[in-house]
């Protein structure tokens, strides 16, 4: 039974078809170009790009299971993935659907419309929602490794990072019928830490010590603005306000999902250390 993973360059989209390749399933991997994928040898590698629909019946032909992201484009790969005789899908959304208090919250929104069209579809269909991915740190990291300084809205704000390896472990549990139930409940990492201790975590990995200079709001929604919309750095300030009122909490869906303790963010930090150091520093 072949598993189509789209995004199978994202960091967990790469886990994913990773994971699957040890578990001996049948993988396929597309990527709009896939002269560049750069992804482990042997795998099949089709062009695919859910904003063209034309390139979905060939990349989904023979497909029985699909990895995706949240994406625009859900709605049309989901009338391809019917007509494919697709048998279940499993997508990565956002935990921020279940936040009551993130209504209207734009990124929440996006995701919520990606779930509604993936159930309007009459397909099966799995979500998985991690709230906060531990590979936002890497926001820092430039700061991190060219000053040692790490700027951030309300460091005392606690969250519970959860690492991509964990996220995909959660969608394969899902993909291969090894999750019987809860997988789509608020994924976490194990332990709540503020950002200002996530930062000491990762100059402790990177062997430097890092200094935390904290920003009002408008320059974090200027700095998030670097990486997408200013609708959407609104809505990261919004998730940061929040967390720093307690209301970014710790659960235990991995744990019951992966039969073990999630992965510490200090594991991660230590996995993605060479990002975060003085340049030369790491080979």
């Not at 697709?86 to 209504?103: C, K």
């Not at 291969?176 to 994924?187: E, H, N």
């Amino acid at each position: 039974m072949t598993t189509l993973v789209i995004g199978a360059r994202g960091s967990v989209g790469r886990q994913v078809l990773d994971q699957l390749l040890t578990l001996g399933e049948p993988v396929r991997a597309s990527a709009r170009d896939p002269r560049t994928a750069d992804l482990p040898a042997g795998v099949p590698v089709v062009p695919a790009d859910l904003t063209r629909p034309d390139t979905l019946p060939a990349a989904l032909d023979g497909v029985r299971r699909v990895f995706v992201y949240a994406t625009a484009g859900v709605a049309d790969f989901a009338v391809a993935a019917r007509a494919a005789g697709v048998e279940h899908v499993v997508a990565l959304s956002s935990g921020s659907v279940l936040l009551p208090y993130a209504h209207g919250n734009v990124i929440a929104e996006e995701h919520r419309a990606m779930e509604r069209a993936l159930a309007a579809s009459g397909l099966r269909w799995t979500p998985i929602r991690p709230l906060v991915l531990a590979n936002n740190a890497l926001t820092w990291s430039y700061s991190i490794r060219t000053e040692g300084v790490a700027r951030m809205l309300h460091p005392e704000a606690a969250t519970a990072p959860i690492h991509e390896r964990d996220v995909a472990a959660a969608a394969v549990a899902a993909l291969t019928g090894r999750a019987k139930s809860g997988v789509s409940d608020l994924l976490t990492g194990g332990e709540l830490l503020s950002q200002r201790r996530q930062a000491e975590l990762i100059g402790e990995a990177a062997g430097r010590s890092v200094r935390i200079e904290e920003l009002t709001e408008a320059r974090a929604r200027r700095e998030f603005e670097r990486f997408g919309s200013p609708a959407a750095a609104a809505s990261i300030v919004e998730f940061i306000v929040a967390a720093a009122r307690g209301g970014s909490p710790a659960t235990g869906t991995a744990r019951r999902i992966l039969g073990r303790p999630p992965l510490p963010f200090a594991r991660w930090a230590a996995d993605h250390a060479a990002t975060f150091a003085r340049p030369g520093t790491h080979g």
